[in-house]
Structures are given as C-alpha cells and as structure tokens.
C-alpha cells in the first residue's frame, strides 16, 4: 500500500508554525500593554510626591493652632484733664510698658516712628513729662550689658531737625540702633509702634516713644502676654524693617522665605485669647514690605468693613480720601468707598469719630460731610461723624503736638482692628505701618470680648462731652 503525501500536508505545517508565531507576538504586545497600564499609577504617584516636594507649602493648614496661654489687655493713655462720666476704664499704656521692660529676660525690639521720652524739646518744663523720663531710664538700664538683654530699635531716619538724644543715650548704653530711611525706600516714614519682648510678649498701638503720648495725648494700644505665636509674627514685620536699617539695602524684589507668615486674613493663627476660642493676625503696610502670606494693611480694613454685619465703628485722628502727602493731588477712596458700600447694600450702621485739633487740614472736613450727608432715615442709611476734641488749658495749650485723640482702631459686631496708621492713602502705600486683627465671634466665655470692650470704649467717647457731630453747617474754625 503507497502512501500519499497531500498536496496541502507541508503548507498546513508552515500556516501552523506562522500562526504559533502571531500568537506569540500578539501576547508579547498584550503583556507590554498590561506592564504599561500597571505602570501608569506608579508613575503619577511619582509625581504627585515629586509635586509636593517641589512646590512651595500652603500658607496654611488647619493644624496651625497656636496653644499658648495667650492673654490681650486692652490699653489706653487718658491725658490729664480729660475726663469720662463713664465706668469704662483700661491699664493705661505707660504701665503695659513697664510691664514689658520688667519681664524682658532676653530680648526687647522696639519699632518706632521718633523717640521724644524727655521734656527738653519742647522746653516747657512740663511735669507730666516724668513717666516718659521714667520710661527712657528703665530702657536705658535694660540696654546695659549686665542685664543680658538685647535691646533691638528699628527708628524712621530723623531729620536733621527732630531730636535724637534719646537714641543716642540708648545706644550709648549697649543698644542696637537702626535708622531706616524709608524716605528713600518708599517715599514714607517708618511709621509702626510696637514693641516684642522675649519673643513671647507684644505691644501694639497708636501711642508714640514720647513722653505726651502717655500723659497729654489720647492713645488706644493693646499688649498680648505669653503668646509666642504672635510674638513671632510680629517679629517677622521687626525683621523687615532690622533689615532695611543696614546702611546700603534695598527692599528685596520677593522676600526670603524666613519672612513670610502662615497667617492672614483668609488664615488667621487660630489661638485660646484670654481663655476662649479665637482668631487673630497681623497685617502691615505698604506693600512692598509684605513678605509672602502677609495680608496688607489696607485689604486688612476693607476686609473687616466688608464682614460686617450690623456696625462699623472707627476711631482715627486723621481720615482722608486722598494721598495727603502726594504732589500733584490725588484723590484715593478705597477705604471711603467701602463705606459707602455695605451703608448702601447691607444698611450696616457707620460711625467715624475723628480728630479736631490745631494741625487738623481743613480740607478734611468737607470729606466727612459728605460722608455724613449719606445719612437718611426713611431710607434705613445710617451714617453719622463727629469731631473728638480733648479740651486744654493754657499751661495744656502750650505743649506742642498735644491734646489730642491719637487713636487708630475699627471695631464691628465681629471683630477688633487696632492699628499704627492715620487713614489716608499714603499711610497704606508708602508708609510702614502694622495691626492687630482679632475675632471672637466664637467665644464661650462671660467675660467681655475684645470686640466688646473696644466698642464700649467707642461709645464712651461717642456719647461724651468731648464729641459733636458733624453736619452741612459744622465750622471747623468753632469746633477745633
């Protein structure tokens, strides 16, 4: 029997050895396909870490929580004479100061427009001037070596004109002095008044190194005891202006890391103040000072007006919609404009208490009447102004730069603002300013809030002798 070889047997032996192939090639595909797919997590994770290492971090986490024992006294300084029908009283400023100088243990920084402690420049022999003297032979004692404290001030460059004697006999004593000309920087003056001591206490506030600001100006300030998570933050601002002090620095086109703050008004350090929850931060001015996170001075405002709900009250020695240094003229309304807006939208109650004295610029007196002709009951808009004038006799009349409310705060239903800045534009552009923004709204405790121990020392002064309103036939020339 033969045996028969199919004429297809070799061709269906070579189209089974080719598909054995195909098939192999196509499971080689699949599997790199498949380690591919795999990969694809790995490799995003990958660079989800490498994101996070290089970006830079959050200016906040909720973690931010400072747990110090912190505690705010609010503060003022009454001038001789001046007095209340009312039970609302603080420590005065010139005890918080003493306060400070004798829990300083190893450092001290001062920030401060002009030092003016003694009476000798003004060469009227006053006797009130003894709590400034005392105030510049403590700090001169704790400038000393021996007591193993740095005392650090940043001071505005002096012009030739003002005095310098006190700086000088602090820095004869052991003290670092720095002069920074913000003149040349910005076009403004070193503004700021605050102290920081141990980096664990601070005070901020309107009243000036000068002996009339504890006895003979009106000044509101507040001093925040062991919170060394403000006192940081504070220290931060400090630093800027210790920096610029150095002969030859400009201010940096981004500041370095070591300056910028967790903290801001979208952020706010998260913090037990006198005992209950709260909020607070720091804001500064101008703007190229702010390092990254570091909310300004003047958004710092318009966001607490903007916030309010039912009140807006304000204390400021000067209020002017313009840039009152600048030539030519500008007109600047931020802050007015504001006003005028949550008066109008939210019909939230505005008051402005500002100062009527012998160097307040009559042009800013048509200003406020114009704020407080937006004033229409039918309408529900309440916006009202008066003058604050701190009355003198003739011996009182005869120190210069005196008798007058020096203050610069903003309290609503909310929160408490307590600033170093007059209101003008400049203030908030050119000049190197700070505050203290706190909130309680959440607070648990009986004792009254910042913001309510602020508001009440607004409507002592609203209701007082000392205040009248303004309106269409207000005359400058009578009432200051």
């Known amino acids: 029997m033969s045996t028969r070889m199919s004429s297809d047997g070799p061709y269906e032996k070579l189209v089974s050895v080719k598909m054995s192939r195909e098939e192999m090639e196509q499971r080689y595909q ?26 830079p971090r959050p200016l906040h986490t909720h973690s931010d929580v400072c747990t110090d024992p912190c505690r705010l006294v609010l503060l003022e300084s009454i001038p001789e004479g001046l007095d209340f029908n009312s039970s609302t009283t603080n420590p005065s400023i010139y005890q918080a100061w003493l306060n400070l100088i004798g829990e300083a243990q190893s450092s001290l920084d001062i920030a401060s427009f002009y030092w003016t402690l003694t009476n000798k420049d003004t060469h009227t022999h006053e006797p009130t001037a003894d709590l400034g003297e005392h105030i510049l032979s403590e700090l001169t004692r704790l400038s000393k070596k021996e007591s193993g404290v740095s005392v ?18 602090l820095s ?19 503004h700021t008044k605050f102290w920081v001591v141990d980096k664990k206490h601070i005070y901020i506030g309107s009243a000036n190194m000068d002996w009339r600001s504890l006895t003979q100006v009106k000044e509101l300030g507040a001093v925040v005891y062991n919170c060394s998570c403000l006192a940081e933050d504070l220290g931060k601002i400090f630093e800027a202006y210790w920096y610029l002090g150095e002969p030859g620095k400009r201010i940096p086109s981004h ?62 020695m000067n209020y002017l919609p313009t840039m009152e240094f600048s030539q030519p003229k500008r007109y600047w309304a931020e802050i007015d404009t504001q006003l005028r807006r949550v008066a109008y939208e939210r019909r939230v109650r505005v008051r402005l208490l500002i100062s009527c004295w012998g160097s307040t610029q009559p042009v800013m007196i048509p200003f406020l009447r114009s704020l407080a002709s937006l004033s229409d009951p039918k309408g529900k808009l309440d916006v ?17 730069y005196a008798r007058v409310n020096h203050n610069k705060y903003m309290v609503t239903d909310k929160v408490a603002y307590i600033g170093t800045s007059n209101w003008s534009g400049d203030y908030f552009m050119h000049t190197a300013g700070s505050a203290l923004v ?3 709204t959440s607070a648990q405790s009986t004792d009254p809030t910042v913001q309510e121990q602020l508001q009440a020392v607004f ?16 005359d400058f020339n009578i009432v200051c």
Request: proline fraction near 7%; glycine fraction near 2%; charge should be neutral.
């Open 152 to 169: 650090r001030i940043a001071v505005s460059l002096p012009q030739e004109s003002q005095p310098q004697e006190d700086i000088n006999i």
């Open 30 to 55: 699949a599997q790199k396909y498949y380690r591919i797919v795999l990969l694809i997590p790995t490799l995003l994770l990958s660079l989800m870490v490498l994101q996070t290492l290089l970006l």
């Open 255 to 316: 500041w370095p890391a070591s300056y910028s703050t967790l903290f801001n008004k979208d952020a706010p350090l998260q913090l037990p103040l006198n005992g209950t929850s709260s909020t607070a931060y720091l804001s500064s001015s101008p703007p190229a000072l702010c390092a990254d996170g570091r909310t300004q001075d003047l958004n710092a405002i318009l966001s607490v007006i903007d916030d309010a709900q039912r009140f807006v009250y304000i204390s400021v």
């Open 459 to 474: 409507e002592r002064d609203w209701d007082s002798a000392y205040s009248s309103p303004v309106n269409q036939h207000t």
């Open 384 to 400: 009202q102004v008066k003058l604050f004038v701190v009355p003198a006799n003739p011996r009182q009349k005869e120190i210069p």
């Open 438 to 440: 706190v909130n309680q």
């Open 172 to 190: 004869n004593a052991g003290a670092d002095v720095r002069k920074v000309n913000m003149r040349e920087l910005t076009s403004g003056v070193l």
